[in-house]
T-cell receptor
Framework: GAGVSQTPSNKVTEKGKYVELRCDPI?????LYWYRQSLGQGPEFLIY????????DSGLPNDRFFAVRPEGSVSTLKIQRTERGDSAVYLC?????????????FGPGTRLTVL | GENVEQHPSTLSVQEGDSAVIKCTYS??????FPWYKQELGKRPQLIID?????GEKKDQRIAVTLNKTAKHFSLHITETQPEDSAVYFC??????????FGRGTSLIVHP
């Protein structure tokens, strides 16, 4: 079956612009996670959804970052007034059951470059 | 919060040798420890995981050991092959909490 997909695969934008990154989880997965991965680092947690609601957004670095999952499936990560330091690979993962102690299936990521 | 340290950052071995990657964690409540493999430009994929009620788990050439008292766990790869070359990440989590990842180990297997 289809895995987690993310679009776009690459996004180049200018400092100060607004971007949206999309994640399509595996069908039926209730849990969805967003991570940010900088070069040479492990995935850094941003936000976790259980169904439609954000169960934990403690990893969002500041109020320029926001994410939604209105129908409990597709999620969009939104970044306002982008800064060069936002450049990274943004990974999405989904999990079939409630709770984070289950396998997470990662998407291929969106490489964001802020010029 | 949880803190996961991973060593070494780079590991270079000859084909056929064994490779060992070690992680330590800080939160004694953590009870789930997955390992992910990430090939260059690709997504992380789970290769093995262990829960706190067991001390060792094996799957063909890979194994993971867990020492809860010392709060460390290790990945062991035997008979390494060039296709094992990748970045490996450990992680730790507890219950429904978010996993904390290590910084990764770049494994290079020379043919």
């Amino acid at each position: 079956g289809a895995g987690v997909s993310q679009t776009p695969s690459n996004k180049v934008t200018e400092k100060g612009k607004y971007v949206e990154l999309r994640c399509d989880p595996i069908s039926g997965h209730t849990a969805l996670y967003w991570y940010r991965q900088s070069l040479g680092q492990g995935p850094e947690f941003l936000i976790y959804f259980q169904g439609t609601g954000a169960a934990d957004d403690s990893g969002l670095p500041n109020d320029r970052f926001f994410a939604v999952r209105p129908e409990g499936s597709v999620s969009t990560l939104k970044i306002q007034r982008t800064e060069r330091g936002d450049s990274a690979v943004y990974l999405c993962a989904s999990s079939p059951t409630r709770g984070a102690s289950d396998e997470q299936f990662f998407g291929p990521g969106t490489r964001l470059t802020v010029l | 919060g949880e803190n996961v340290e991973q060593h070494p950052s780079t590991l270079s071995v000859q084909e056929g040798d064994s490779a060992v990657i070690k992680c330590t964690y800080s939160d004694s409540a953590s009870n789930y420890f997955p390992w992910y493999k990430q090939e260059l430009g690709k997504r992380p994929q789970l290769i093995i995981d262990i829960r706190s009620n067991v001390g060792e788990k094996k799957d063909q050439r890979i194994a993971v050991t867990l020492n809860k008292t010392a709060k460390h766990f290790s990945l062991h790869i035997t008979e390494t092959q060039p296709e094992d070359s990748a970045v490996y990440f450990c992680a730790a989590s507890q219950g429904s909490y978010i996993p904390t990842f290590g910084r990764g180990t770049s494994l290079i297997v020379h043919p």
